[in-house]
T-cell receptor, first 113, second 111 residues
Framework: NAGVTQTPKFQVLKTGQSMTLQCAQDMNHNSMYWYRQDPGMGLRLIYYSASEGTTDKGEVPNGYNVSRLNKREFSLRLESAAPSQTSVYFC????????????FGSGTRLTVV | GDSVTQMEGPVTLSEEAFLTINCTYTATGYPSLFWYVQYPGEGLQLLLKATKADDKGSNKGFEATYRKETTSFHLEKGSVQVSDSAVYFCALRMNDYKLSFGAGTTVTVRA
């Protein structure tokens, strides 16, 4: 089925470890996004990529880096994980600006101990 | 900046009850407005949207009307089912690429 695929679904890291969350979409969308979801705080934008070759910071970029590898793939990297980064991470994509909503992946539940 | 505020939950209802979740927005222009739903253990799914004032979005028995005069986009359903138990997010999008989400409202429907 067409959509947004995230891997892994679950991950436990020790403080200071690094990891990369992978995201791929097969809808030919131009824009891709990484959000984190924390209880009572809704979704907060970490980074986004308006189009292939561009990336920009969102609300909460500290401690993260991203790579827009090609039009399909947008990865999120934690260089040195901290307990404050324990969260559920969602990748999303959209066709263009304006009236279009997002298509979300099913999420990665990350725990940093 | 542009933002949405939605009613805090949790909301607990009996089956066939009427559901309203309030959402108001603050924006410098005229945003597009959305409701997303998140079922347990899943990602967010677009439930409905409205792109201009007085538009009504509808899907799966849910409705919301874009009210410019009250800057609101309240979600309603006339008769909820147990399967409607989920977290509901109001969101807005201006002319840039980014969606701004409310904090989410957890709805539990009891049989």
């Amino acid at each position: 089925n067409a959509g947004v695929t995230q891997t892994p679904k679950f991950q436990v890291l020790k403080t200071g470890q690094s990891m990369t969350l992978q995201c791929a979409q097969d809808m030919n969308h131009n824009s891709m996004y990484w959000y984190r979801q924390d209880p009572g705080m809704g979704l907060r934008l970490i980074y986004y990529s308006a189009s292939e070759g561009t990336t920009d910071k969102g609300e909460v970029p500290n401690g993260y880096n991203v790579s827009r590898l090609n039009k399909r793939e947008f990865s999120l990297r934690l260089e040195s994980a901290a307990p404050s980064q324990t969260s559920v991470y969602f990748c999303a994509s959209s066709a263009q600006t304006g009236n279009y909503g997002y298509t979300f992946g099913s999420g990665t539940r990350l725990t940093v101990v | 900046g542009d933002s949405v505020t939605q009613m805090e939950g949790p909301v607990t209802l009996s089956e066939e009850a009427f559901l309203t979740i309030n959402c108001t927005y603050t924006a410098t222009g005229y945003p597009s407005l959305f409701w997303y739903v998140q079922y347990p253990g899943e990602g967010l799914q677009l439930l409905l949207k409205a792109t201009k004032a007085d538009d009504k979005g509808s899907n799966k028995g849910f409705e919301a009307t874009y009210r410019k005069e009250t800057t609101s986009f309240h979600l309603e359903k006339g008769s909820v089912q147990v399967s409607d138990s989920a977290v509901y997010f109001c969101a807005l999008r201006m002319n840039d690429y980014k969606l701004s989400f409310g904090a989410g409202t957890t709805v539990t429907v009891r049989a």
